[in-house]
Nanobody, 120 residues
């Protein structure tokens, strides 16, 4: 089995910062792209940022220049540094990753989500 566990969410004032972490564990052979998504109440889940296994990154226009995704392959961990937070960043944040297990099966895995609330 493979698990993704997020941490680091919380309540912050507008203009503040938070750092989310997501650790993958279990029967992992390799991890491909890792992503952060978010879902605000009443809205569809949206892709926030992606980092490939080679370290390339991509961001939603709404977070460019404010959020930074990074990964530590040795720790099977992906991070999301969020700066200059706005009330509209309030959402449940999910990490996801394409993981090949030790049985050589590739599929997408999701974490359980962590709440980020930005007060005005």
């Amino acid at each position: 089995q493979v698990q993704l566990v997020e941490s680091g969410g919380g309540l912050v004032q507008a203009g503040g910062s938070l750092r989310l972490s997501c650790v993958a564990s279990g029967s992992i052979f390799s991890i491909n792209a890792m992503h952060w998504y978010r879902q605000a109440p009443g809205k569809q889940r949206e892709l926030v940022a992606t980092t490939t296994s080679g370290g390339r990154t991509n961001y939603a226009d709404s977070v460019k220049g404010r959020f930074t995704i990074s990964r530590d392959n040795a720790k099977s961990t992906v991070y999301l540094q969020m700066n200059s937070l706005r009330p509209e960043d309030t959402a449940v944040y999910y990490c996801a990753a394409g993981i090949t297990t030790i049985t050589r099966v590739l599929r997408d895995y999701w974490g359980q989500g962590t709440q980020v609330t930005v007060s005005s």
